[in-house]
């Protein structure tokens, strides 16, 4: 399973962009890349998932460059609900997938 | 539309008692698991299954015990409880994985064991 890599915790103020950078070096070909945001006392939420360049949807943006060692999260203008911690994930996209949460990037909305 | 639901919400267990930890979907989901987060931690997989009757161990299977019998139920059993396995349950579904495809979670069982 692929090891991945990000920040502990980043600070950020409301209306601002967050971006959050997971590495990924031994990525294997089949791998999708998975985000997931978690709240105080409740279970993680899909945020989005990409296999490569650019994902986008109603939440967030995830950008994914060519050799795929790493990922960005961008969360655009962010509001004091974003306040939550964010998991990358890698895996396959088969059959018994088993996704391994790390620590996560804590993320802190300011007003 | 519930979801993934978790039964109990909370529970006190006493050292060597035993408990079921209840989840099940209504999404027809294939895939379900188990997994449990300490504190200030991620998430750890404890077990999972990928359709009725196929369970597998993930991370941390020592002290639990699954069963999946139908597609919809996947519930998670504590043996002998230890101090150790105080921590957040969480179940989670999937119909696949990939392509845009995550996991559901569920609200969670926080379990003391005193």
């Known amino acids: 399973l692929a090891k991945t890599t990000q920040p502990i915790s980043m600070d950020s103020y409301e209306g601002q962009e967050v971006n959050i950078t997971c590495s990924h070096n031994?990525?294997?070909?089949?791998?999708?890349i998975t985000w997931y945001q978690q709240f105080p006392s409740q279970g993680p939420r899909f945020i989005i998932q990409?296999?490569?360049t650019k994902v986008t949807n109603e939440v967030a943006s995830l950008f994914i460059p060519a050799d795929r060692k790493s990922s960005t999260l961008s969360l655009p203008r962010v509001s004091l609900s974003d306040t939550a911690v964010y998991y990358c994930l890698v895996g396959r996209g088969a059959a018994g997938n088993k996704l391994t949460f790390g620590g996560g990037t804590r993320v802190l909305v300011k007003p | 539309n519930a979801g993934v639901t978790q039964t109990p919400k909370f529970r006190i267990l006493k050292i060597g008692q035993s408990m079921t930890l209840q989840c099940a979907q209504d999404?027809?989901?294939?895939?379900m698991y188990w997994y449990r987060q300490d504190p200030g931690m991620g998430l750890k997989l404890i077990y999972y299954?990928?359709?009725?009757?196929?369970?597998d161990k993930g991370e941390v299977p020592n002290g639990y015990n699954v069963s999946r019998s139908t597609t919809e139920d996947f519930p998670l059993r504590l043996e002998l409880a230890a101090p150790s396995q105080t921590s957040v349950y969480f179940c989670a579904s999937s119909l696949r994985t990939g392509d845009g495809y995550g996991y559901t979670f569920g609200s969670g069982t926080r379990l003391t064991v005193v």
């Open positions: 299954s990928v359709g009725a009757g196929i369970t």
């Open positions: 031994n990525i294997a070909t089949n791998d999708y």
């Open positions: 990409g296999y490569k």
């Open positions: 999404m027809n989901h294939n895939y």
